[in-house]
Structures are given as C-alpha cells and as structure tokens.
C-alpha cells in the first residue's frame, strides 16, 4: 500500500453532512476511504480530517492548508469553492489563480492529492441561472490543475448518478449516506483501490410526486433550509461558526473509535 497517511481538507462536503453515525456525529465520503486504505495498510494507517461546514475557501486555505502541510501525510483530498460560488461576492477569477498556487504547494512535498470536480447540486436547487455557470468555470479550473500538476482527479459532474434525488440529503445540498458511499467508492476507484461494490449501487429513483404535494415539499425545504441559509449570509454567519475539526491531528483508526 503507498499511503500511511491521509490528511482530508474542505468543507461540509468533506466534513460528512449527512451521513450520521448512530451517535449523530458525521462521517461521510472520508471516513469511508481512511477506513479501506487503513484495512489495506495495517495499524500504521494514520488519518486525519480537518474540514468543517461553511468554509469558504479563502477559510479552508488559510486554517486548513497550513496544518495539512505541517502533517506531511502521503495522501491529501482538497475540496473547496463550493461555498463560494453561493455568494455575492464570488470572484472567480482569483479564486482560479489561488487554486493552482494551493494545489501546486500540496504537491510540493510529493504527496498525493485528490480533487474533485463537483457533482450537478444545481439542479433541485433555485438560482441555476446563476450559480451553474460559476460551478462550471470552477469545475473546469479543477480539471485544468489536476493535469497540470499531476493531481488525482474524481470526476463526479461527469456521473449522471448524481441527478437522481436519493443521493442528496433533505436539504438537497449534502450528500446522502448513500451518496457519501458512492463518492467514496469512486475516490477509491481513482486512487486503485478496490471497495465494496455497495458502495457504487444506484438507489432507485423515487416514484413521481403529484405537482401540490411537490410544491409542498419545495414550501417545506424553503422553510427549514432555505431561510436560515439566507439568515446567515445577511448575519455573515456560517454554520460552521462554533465548530472545530473532528479529526484534527493525524491518529489510527479503529473498530471502536471510528472518529
């Protein structure tokens, strides 16, 4: 096994919403991959997750980035922008600049680094027309730095799996536990290591819902999320304000602490 260390870096996508563990704690795609490459290394195996909800990614370069790179581990997943592209002041331009320097320093030192092209989120959300063109000039600024600096690139806009609802969380934002498993399967796939192929099985699409009772759920999803979403950018919150990395130094894994 090449990797005896794996160091996770980014946001709520990273972080694990909404993947539970049975103590309400969040595990997530992660999780997921630090446990096969842990089970492929041996009890060497040392993981690390630094992501927290809500950060940007002037955040996550500045609080996350640092640390990961005094960690020297072998593997580095970098997932960030995705929280940006949601604001007002969204500059896309610098944020394109700023990723190559950040992936260009994680691959400085010879570790492996993952990046992600993000999955199609827009399409059950509002604002499409405006946000899918920031996704998709981020996703392409990805690609382009992934070849460039010979980065480990998981293509999840290109897998149309990601348009069926069942993967999304009820505030269709966050992943599912089964899409935190099929992203896993594929991050696993990219780096050649092989996974429970339950991972990758599609849940079945759910039955159409009559229009009202459709409108009913948009009422409902606009009431619980929705709003205290746009509470907190008018505040200048984060959901994330109060909370701190739920595996903040490199350590093992084990049965009976799976954080």
């Known amino acids: 096994m090449r990797w005896r260390s794996y160091v996770a ?5 990273t972080e694990g919403l909404d993947d539970p563990y049975p103590d309400g704690s ?15 290394a041996g009890p060497d195996f040392q993981y690390a997750n630094l992501a927290i ?3 940007t990614f002037p955040n996550v370069v500045a609080e996350q980035v ?3 790179l005094a960690m020297k581990p072998d ?20 944020l394109v600049d700023r990723f190559d320097q950040v992936v260009s320093r994680l691959r400085a030192d010879g570790a492996d680094v993952v990046l992600f092209r993000f999955a199609d989120v827009m399409a059950r959300l509002p604002g499409q027309r405006f946000i899918a ?9 990805v690609g382009e730095t992934a070849q460039r600096h010979g980065a480990i690139l998981v293509d999840l806009y290109a897998d149309d799996t990601y348009l069926n609802p069942m993967l999304w969380s009820t505030d269709r934002l966050h992943l599912s536990p089964a ?3 099929r992203v896993a399967g594929q991050v696993l796939s990219a780096l050649g290591v092989g996974c429970d192929e339950e991972w990758l099985l599609v849940p079945p699409y759910p ?12 009422l409902r999803w606009a009431g619980q999320h929705l709003a205290p979403w746009v509470k907190r950018r008018i505040t200048g919150r984060s959901s994330g304000d109060t909370l701190t990395a739920k595996r903040p130094v490199l350590g093992p894994l084990s049965p009976e602490s799976p954080r």
Do not use: K
């Open 66 to 68: 640092p640390m990961a």
């Open 133 to 141: 063109p920031r996704v998709a000039l981020l996703n392409r600024a």
């Open 9 to 13: 870096v980014g946001d709520s996508f």
């Open 75 to 94: 593997l580095i997943s970098f997932a960030a922008g995705g929280n940006d592209v949601l604001r007002r002041t969204f500059d896309p331009d610098a």
């Open 207 to 218: 039955q159409p819902t009559p229009w009202l009772s459709a409108r009913a759920a948009d």
């Open 53 to 55: 909800r809500g950060r």
């Open 26 to 40: 969040f595990r997530g795609w992660a999780d997921l991959v630090a446990t096969r490459l842990a089970a492929e």
């Open 179 to 181: 899409g935190h498993r």
